[in-house]
């Protein structure tokens, strides 16, 4: 019996409902017993679970079914009320969100692919805010905004709390109303200030999501680097 052989029977009783979400599965020594194999036998194959992001280990207390309650994240529109930003379009209230500032910064130093895709002149300064989203207290969703501090520095924009409707509300009130988004979503492996960040653990993938808001010439007023756990994230799009 080998690894990918328990991990193959756990697989299918956990997709068959015989264990369901929240459910501890069989220790290494049931295992053990059952399969008739090595410990290390059957913890790899308790393991081959886990990479499949099936189950989540508590130290001390087993492994477990992973219940995936998914935060949807709808794409296909923003806010009546202009306040549609990088994450207006989670129901934050319904998911049981809350949105922590970290950090503000007035005016700072552009990096080259903010500089390029804001299209600003070298020295150009930017504001910057960053912002952790958590469900009941576990991060999911770390996210960075820049935009050009010639039209953020001196407004609510860069203040520690932007006010109601968010950065957009107050783009829309200084005349550089955002009316058109463009995304760019990558699936990848996550960093270790990621991991660390949104405390996940090593080899959960997360979305990467660059967002850039237009104005109605065209004028790109803000890009958002916005990065999600995967395992806490569907993202729906409505397509004609």
Do not use: C
């Not at 019996?1 to 290494?28: C, F, N, Q, V, W």
């Not at 989540?56 to 079914?65: E, K």
């Not at 930017?126 to 520095?153: D, G, Q, W």
């Not at 756990?229 to 397509?239: C, P, S």
Request: glycine residues 10%; charged residues 25%; aromatic residues 4%.
């Amino acid at each position: 019996m080998t690894a990918a052989s328990i991990a193959k029977d756990l697989r299918a009783a956990i997709r068959s409902g015989t264990y369901k979400p929240g459910d501890r599965l069989p220790s290494e020594a049931a295992l053990m017993s059952n399969y008739g194999v090595a410990r290390m036998t059957a913890r790899h194959g308790l393991s081959m679970l886990k990479d499949e992001g099936l189950t989540v280990t508590r130290h001390g207390s087993g492994v477990f079914v992973r219940s995936f309650e998914p935060i949807v994240r709808d794409t296909t529109g923003g806010k009546a009320d202009g306040s549609s930003t990088v994450t207006a379009e989670i129901d934050e209230t319904g998911a049981g969100l809350t949105v922590r500032t970290l950090a503000v910064t007035a005016e700072a130093e552009a990096p080259e692919k903010v500089r390029t895709t804001l299209g600003l002149a070298e020295g150009d300064k930017v504001t910057v805010r960053e912002r952790l989203h958590l469900r009941e207290r576990k991060p999911v969703l770390f996210a960075t905004s820049y935009l050009p501090a010639s039209i953020a520095a001196g407004t609510p924009i860069a203040a520690q709390e932007v006010g109601p409707g968010g950065t957009h509300a107050r783009l829309t009130e200084a005349g550089h109303a955002p009316v058109r988004f463009r995304e760019d979503v990558v699936g990848r492996m996550p960093t270790i200030e990621e991991i660390e960040e949104l405390r996940i653990e090593p080899g959960t993938p997360v979305l990467s999501v660059t967002r850039t808001a237009f104005t109605e010439d065209g004028t790109p007023v803000e890009v958002s680097y916005v990065v999600l756990d995967a395992g806490e994230f569907m993202l729906r799009y409505d397509i004609d």
